[in-house]
């Protein structure tokens, strides 16, 4: 194959811009893999109990994996002008691309149930599936409000409604009249603050988390939609144009022979 002058200035672009796609993709991808192996991203996440929020690093994975294949398929095709690798990531990226418009809009058609589903999920282990028994959800509770700083599904007054409660406050239990969990707790390396703060009911409490969970929660996901949303767009933006690039490029191709 050759090109014309402005099939090889398409390529050199469809190179250098399809480059820092590969890049992204590889971001993606550590991003997957840390999520995947880092224990307490694991343990909160399990706190939903739905399979896109269990496998959330898997699936991250997954597109990083992808778009990385596609990134090379691009940068391969370009270097070599071949019509079938080219045509291949071009078809690619127009997958990539819808996807990405299906799911914006099942988000945003769907904001509301997903914001009363999260807000559910986050109740039901606190105020039934949490035990004095060291499992796994215990184990993810205690890690979201850890990472999130938050207690309770809403504040702290639900930990007394809850199943967990009701085990710790018995006659054999040594530390009686306990209202949270530890995990509920600033962090300190004095034992009494630790019990005060586990024990004391007023409100506020300078040694407890003072925030629900699902505020933490939506709080922090609004505080950085601005930025997902922002480099959603720039994704999109730079797919349209090696989608651009590529046909360019594709139609600048010409047979040796011609």
């Not at 991003?31 to 959330?56: A, C, H, Q």
């Not at 799911?103 to 039934?128: D, H, I, N, R, W």
Request: proline share 3%.
């Amino acid at each position: 194959m050759a090109t014309t002058p402005c099939g090889t200035c398409s390529k050199i672009v469809l190179f250098i811009v399809n480059f820092v796609f590969w890049l992204s993709g590889i971001a993606v991808l550590g991003m997957g893999i840390w999520v995947s192996i880092d224990r307490n991203t694991m343990e909160f996440l399990k706190v939903f109990d739905y399979p896109i929020f269990r496998n959330f690093g898997f699936a991250m994975i997954g597109i990083g994996g992808f778009v990385t294949i596609l990134g090379f398929i691009g940068c391969f095709g370009a270097c070599h002008e071949s019509k079938c690798l080219l045509w291949t990531y071009f078809v690619g990226l127009l997958f990539l691309f819808l996807a990405e418009i299906v799911c914006m809009a099942l988000a945003f058609s769907y904001t509301e149930q997903v914001k009363e589903y999260v807000k559910l999920k986050l109740g039901e282990p606190v105020e039934s599936s949490y035990t004095k028994e060291p499992t796994g959800i215990v184990r993810a509770v205690d890690s979201m409000q850890e990472l999130l700083m938050c207690c309770g599904n809403s504040n702290h007054t639900d930990w007394q409604r809850s199943q967990w409660y009701k085990e710790v406050n018995t006659p054999l239990n040594p530390i009686r009249n306990q209202t949270i969990p530890g995990s509920c707790c600033m962090e300190s390396e004095d034992f009494q603050k630790y019990l005060d703060c586990q024990i004391k009911v007023e409100n506020p409490n300078e040694l407890r988390h003072s925030q629900g969970c699902f505020d933490a929660l939506y709080g922090t996901f609004l505080e950085y939609i601005w930025f997902i949303g922002g480099v959603g767009i720039g994704i999109a933006v730079l797919q349209v144009l090696l989608m651009v690039i590529t046909v360019f490029l594709l139609r600048n191709l010409t047979d040796d022979y011609d």
